[in-house]
């Protein structure tokens, strides 16, 4: 009986994932930006002066995949790169464009989020992070 349970917890965490993507996706389309390259917007932000390597490690994403999205934003005039002392590495900094759109975006993804999770306590919303991210760990 565990297995099955577990299998529907995946499944379920899955979705979840989806979900969310698909609802930041939506509301991101005006902005001509996918969830993904605004997620990596947003840290790029938060993991401020990291390269890509670092990034990629951080967040669990095959650093190919970083550097494609990294190009689409630098393209978009998002994000720059430095060229660090290792001539392979990169320092990523965000552009002004790409600080205003954090900045409005951020009052949208919040929305979006508290709809998202409005019908849990913020005790629960609480406990449901530590599970995910001891799952994550």
């Given at each position: 009986m565990q297995a099955a349970i577990q299998?529907?917890?995946a499944h379920a965490l899955n979705q979840s994932a989806r979900r969310i993507n698909n609802l930041l996706n939506e509301e991101l389309k005006n902005y001509h930006i996918y969830a993904s390259q605004y997620q990596l917007l947003v840290n790029i932000k938060?993991?401020?002066g990291e390269?890509?390597?670092k990034l990629a490690q951080i967040?669990?994403?095959?650093p190919a995949a970083v550097s494609r999205t990294l190009k689409v934003l630098v393209d978009k005039e998002l994000i720059t790169r430095q060229t660090a002392t290792d001539h392979r590495a990169y320092q990523l900094?965000?552009?002004?464009k790409g600080n205003s759109l954090l900045?409005?975006?951020a009052k949208r993804d919040t929305t979006i989020f508290a709809n998202y999770f409005g019908h849990l306590t913020a005790s629960e919303v609480?406990?449901?992070?530590?599970?995910v991210?001891?799952?994550n760990y």
């Open positions: 299998k529907d917890l938060r993991y401020h390269s890509s390597q967040l669990n994403i095959k900094e965000i552009t002004n900045q409005e975006l609480e406990q449901l992070l530590s599970l991210k001891k799952l």
